[in-house]
C-alpha cells in the first residue's frame, strides 16, 4: 500500500474516533513528519531498536509491573546510558579521526624533510 492509501484510511477509520486533540496533533505535527520521513526514503523503518529498548526495560524491571517512580527512574537511567553510549562513540571516533590525521601529516612531513635532505 501506498503512504496515501494509507494515511486515507488512518483518516476514514480512525481519527474520527481518537479525541481532538489528538487527531489535530496527528494532523498538524506526526502527518506532514511521516510523510517527509516517507519522502526521504524512510518508509522501511522497522522498530526492531524500540523492541530491543523495551526488553531491556523489562529485564531490567525483572518482567514486573513497576511502581510509576520506579519507572522513570529505570528510563531515565536508560536513557542516560544512551548518551553515555552516544557520547563516547562520537569521542573514540574524534580521537581516532584526530589519530589518523596527525599519522598522515607526519608521513607527509617525514617524506618532505626526507626529499629536502636527500
Request: glycine share 2%; with cysteine; net charge negative.
Amino acid at each position: 500500500m501506498t503512504y496515501d492509501a494509507v494515511l486515507g484510511q488512518l483518516q476514514q477509520n480512525i481519527l474520527p474516533t481518537v479525541p481532538d486533540d489528538l487527531r489535530s496533533y496527528f494532523t498538524s505535527k506526526m502527518e506532514p513528519m511521516l510523510k517527509h520521513n516517507v519522502e526521504a526514503g524512510c518508509g522501511n523503518w522497522t522498530n526492531n531498536a524500540c523492541e530491543s529498548i523495551n526488553h531491556v526495560l523489562k529485564q531490567r524491571q525483572q518482567w514486573k509491573l513497576p511502581m510509576l517512580p520506579d519507572l522513570v527512574t529505570n528510563l531515565r537511567s536508560l536513557v542516560d546510558a544512551q548518551y553515555a553510549d552516544a557520547d563516547r562513540a562520537l569521542s573514540i571516533n574524534f580521537v581516532l579521526c584526530v589519530t589518523v590525521l596527525y599519522v598522515c601529516m607526519s608521513c607527509i612531513v617525514y617524506e618532505m624533510c626526507m626529499s629536502f635532505f636527500h
